[in-house]
Every structure is written in structure tokens, then in C-alpha cells.
């Protein structure tokens, strides 16, 4: 409480409410100002509504290639004579309906110039690693904000200058360079967002997000429908990031600056949001605070972006390994299980939409499920939910004609479980990295997961076909082991991001009993 009756008085009556309720004398822990101020107020709705647009813009980014390296129709010339295959004619007895259309089209990229295809994705994934490795790393030592910006605004310049390049291997540099920028970006503004909410929120945040994610690939065919012409999509995909930009008017992370800045500024940060969320009224001081400066756990040196502290401490080092293994997994069986709707009857666009769509109510019962029994028991819950499916699919033998329906039950059932992990991955991982290196450790989990994501084509060729029982089988013992490794995870529902790694190492060791 107050020490003293003059301390009461000046306190309003709804803070001296809430800290009569809770105990206290002042906020020491800044979870606690986002209670009081309104854990979802409209500071924190501004702050998730601009950021969820990266969300959209993932659309465009990583899926923008299928549509731009599609080969489009093409016909005869007048008085020439046509095949079937294109290729087996001379280039001079047809042409394309529309040229402008996609880049295979418009840079003649097909037959023996069909190789350059692949050349946009294989460039554009060591771009993406080269990204995810830096972007990290800045953003802990630097700041959220201000490498989010900077990663925006050259995207934006780079989603132009690949409208407007005029030859296809200056396309290709500049693809290169976008998927550095790109997934910086993606990767930033998760660890930004879930800084302003606090552990109850968040899985609302991720629900909200693959909303606008969903929304971005209706955005992207529409735009590729409604506009026939690649250098529309870029240009589409340099609009939307101008949107983005407004986080020019976000304060930075409050718990980014309570490990690399002063404690004062960010008082002034938190009661700027109160002032926002409750009106002059709001009732915050500087004397209504004791906030600690953290990140400086050896007294010093920082320890933002220092991956090193990780290896030096064995009992957090092991708990980053079971996270790199379930980022590889779980990425690995997420592409895969697109990568296998062949194996399902009907149309393949049919199914992929089918499938996106099970995604945004998989996402509402993911977000339930966080947060009333925690993120750890809803990862394993839905990794059992995996390896039940794959199993099922091994029952062939036993059922004869029931295969068909067992096999969608499989998929379907699977797809959800996987989903549903991406989901909670990204969340836990951002919760387990203390402040200080939470960006480093999140795009560093994020490098397994695009590796997994890479592997997913060639994991499902090799085990398809007659080999089928194989691919299921692999993926139940990728789940075994997973499951094994969800014990010993610490659980974060309900608890106060962490500053630095010896806080974090604490909670790491009292849960290492493996207790559900």
C-alpha cells in the first residue's frame, strides 16, 4: 500500500483501487502498467492493427513467385502450323495471348530458358537466411522500431525497382535482396508485437494475424485476376507496404528499452500508452514506478543480441535445441502435408483452399486452448493429434475399401495438428527468449524452420507413390520425438517476459521435471 495518507491522496482512486487490490506500492514489473492501463487498449489495438499488415504482405512475398513464373496461354500465329508442346515448335510459329501477364511470358522464359524459373526461389532463400541471421541481431541491439522501419522502407524500394527491372537477371538481384529485407520484417514484427500484450493476450494476437495473412492471399489473386500484368503484383506489394510505415508512430518496445535504455524512458513510453488508453486522467506518475534495469546480468555488459550467452549456459542452451528440433519438424511437416494433397481425390487448388481454410478455426480453438491450459499442453495435445493421424493411415491393411476416407481423416486431422504447432511455436519461442536476445533467438529457430520448409518437396517425393507408408511413419516418429521434447520445455502461460537469461535459466531448471 501507499506509505502514507498524503501518498494516498495523491494517488487517483482507480490506481489506488488497483493497488490496494494487488498489494503494492508501485509497478515494478511492466505486465502489471498493461493491466491497469487495459491489457487491450487502443495504444495496443494501433500497435497490432499496422503491424498484422506484415502479416498480409507475407502473401505477396512468399507466394507472389506462384503466380508470376506461371506459364501463361500462348497460340498460333496466323498460317503456322502448331503442337501441343511449344517447345517442339519454332519460336517464330507462336506467341503469347499476353505477354505482360507473368515473367515466363514476359522474358520468354520456357524450353530451354525454363531453368531461370527456378533461379527466383533458389535466390531467394539465401536471401531469406542472410536476413533472418542479421535482422535478429539488429533488432536486439538496436531497437524493434528502427530496424522494423528500416526493413519496410527497403522493401518498398526493392518491390518497385523489381516492377520496373528490365531485364530478368536484374529481377533476380533484387529478388535476392528482398528476401533479406522481407523476412526480417516478418520476423520483427512478431517479438514488437507481443512486447505491448501481455501472456493472456497474445495467442488473440496470432489469431488476429493469420486472419490478415488469409486475407493477403484472397488480396493476391484478386489483384492477379482483376490486373493481368507481374509488374501489378509488385507494384500492389510496394502500396502495401506503405502501410506498414505508420510504425513510425509506435513507441519503441517498452521491454526492448528496460534492458538497453534507461528505466525513465520507459516510464515515459508507458505513460504516453495510459494517456492513450484512459484519457488525461489516467492517474500515472514517475513516482508510481520502481522499474529495474535489466539485460546487464554480469553487471558489465549487455547482453543484447549475444548469441553466446546461450551457449554458455548448458540449461537454456537445452531448451534452444528442443526448440530448433520442433521449428525443423514442424516446418518440415506443415509444406510437406501441402506438398501431399495429391494423395487426396478432387481438385489440388481445391484441396489448398480447403486446407488454408481450416486454418482460421484451427487458429480460434489454438488460441482457446494457450490460454487456458497453457502453451506447452497445447503443443503436445496437437502432437498427439499428429501422430494419431499418421497412424491411422498405416491401418490400411485392416479396413480394405474405408482407405479413401481413412487417408483424408489422416491428412486433414494432420494438417490441423501442424498448423495449429506453427501456431504455438512462434508464440513459445517468443516467450522463452528472454528480452535481451529475443529477436536473435526467434529468426535463429526460424533458420531451422526454413530449412525444414526446404527439405519438405524432397521429403514427400522420396516416401510418395508405394513408398507412402513411409512418409507417414517418419512423420510419427518426427512427432514421437518432438513429444518427448514438449516434457522438458518450461511453461510460460501467465508469466512476465524475461529480461535476461538468468531469470530465464531459473524457470528452465524448475521445469526440467517434465511434468504436464
Avoid at 507408408?469 to 512423420?475: E, I, P, R
Wanted: hydrophobic share 45%; glycine share 6%; proline share 3%.
Amino acid at each position: 500500500m501507499p506509505n502514507s495518507s498524503k501518498d494516498m491522496e495523491a494517488v487517483p482512486d482507480r490506481l489506488n483501487e488497483y493497488f490496494a487490490k494487488r498489494g503494492i506500492s508501485y509497478f515494478t514489473k511492466i505486465e502489471e502498467v498493461y493491466e491497469y492501463i487495459g491489457p487491450v487498449g487502443k495504444s495496443q489495438i494501433c500497435s497490432l492493427v499496422i503491424l498484422s499488415v506484415l502479416n498480409l504482405l507475407a502473401a505477396f512475398n512468399f507466394l507472389m513467385a506462384v503466380f508470376l513464373l506461371v506459364t501463361p496461354e500462348w497460340e498460333c500465329k496466323d498460317g503456322k502450323t502448331c503442337k501441343e508442346d511449344l517447345c517442339d515448335m519454332p519460336r517464330e510459329n507462336w506467341r503469347w495471348l499476353n505477354r505482360d501477364r507473368t515473367m515466363v511470358s514476359y522474358f520468354d522464359l520456357q524450353c530451354d530458358s525454363s531453368y531461370a524459373i527456378l533461379a527466383s526461389s533458389l535466390f531467394f532463400v539465401p536471401g531469406t537466411v542472410v536476413g533472418l541471421a542479421a535482422s535478429g541481431y539488429l533488432s536486439d541491439k538496436y531497437g524493434r522500431k528502427k530496424t522494423l522501419l528500416a526493413s519496410v522502407a527497403s522493401s518498398l524500394v526493392l518491390a518497385i525497382a523489381q516492377a520496373v527491372s528490365s531485364t530478368y537477371p536484374l529481377f533476380l538481384v533484387f529478388r535476392t535482396l528482398s528476401g533479406v529485407t522481407s523476412v526480417a520484417y516478418m520476423s520483427i514484427h512478431i517479438t514488437y508485437r507481443d512486447e505491448f500484450f501481455s501472456s493472456g493476450k497474445r495467442p488473440v494476437c496470432y489469431f488476429l494475424g493469420l486472419i490478415f495473412k488469409a486475407s493477403g492471399l484472397l488480396i493476391l489473386a484478386g489483384v492477379y485476376e482483376a490486373f493481368p500484368n507481374w509488374r501489378a503484383l509488385n507494384g500492389a506489394s510496394a502500396v502495401l507496404l506503405a502501410i506498414p510505415l505508420l510504425v513510425v508512430f509506435l513507441p519503441e518496445s517498452p521491454h526492448w528499452l528496460l534492458t538497453n535504455s534507461s528505466p525513465d524512458s520507459v516510464i515515459e513510453v508507458l505513460i504516453k500508452m495510459a494517456k492513450f488508453n484512459l484519457g488525461a486522467n489516467h492517474g500515472l506518475k514517475e513516482e508510481h514506478f520502481k522499474l529495474t534495469k535489466a539485460g546487464k546480468a554480469d553487471g558489465k555488459s549487455s547482453e543484447s543480441g549475444n548469441v553466446m550467452k546461450i551457449v554458455r549456459n548448458r540449461a537454456f542452451l537445452i531448451v534452444t535445441l528442443k526448440f530448433f528440433f520442433h521449428w525443423f519438424v514442424t516446418s518440415m511437416l506443415y509444406y510437406g502435408f501441402y506438398y501431399a494433397l495429391d494423395a487426396l481425390s478432387g481438385s489440388v487448388s481445391i484441396n489448398f483452399m480447403i486446407m488454408g481454410a481450416l486454418e482460421l478455426p484451427m487458429a480460434a480453438a489454438t488460441a482457446v486452448m494457450m490460454d487456458k491450459i497453457g502453451r506447452r499442453k497445447t503443443l503436445f495435445a496437437n502432437l498427439v493429434l499428429v501422430m494419431v493421424c499418421c497412424g491411422l493411415s498405416l491401418l490400411k491393411v485392416n479396413f480394405g475399401n474405408d482407405w479413401t476416407i481413412k487417408r483424408v481423416a489422416s491428412i486433414v486431422g494432420s494438417k490441423w495438428g501442424v498448423a495449429a504447432m506453427f501456431m504455438i511455436i512462434y508464440l513459445y519461442t517468443n516467450e522463452v527468449m528472454p528480452t535481451s536476445i529475443r529477436s536473435t533467438g526467434l529468426h535463429m529457430c526460424s533458420i531451422f524452420g526454413r530449412i525444414g520448409a526446404f527439405i519438405a518437396p524432397y521429403f514427400v517425393k522420396a516416401c510418395n507413390n508405394s513408398s507412402y507408408y513411409l512418409l507417414n511413419s517418419l512423420s510419427l516418429l518426427l512427432c514421437g520425438l518432438a513429444i518427448l521434447l514438449t516434457l522438458g520445455l518450461p511453461e510460460t502461460k501467465d508469466k512476465t517476459l524475461k529480461a535476461n537469461l538468468d531469470e530465464e535459466v531459473e524457470d528452465a531448471g524448475e521445469e526440467e521435471d517434465g511434468k504436464l
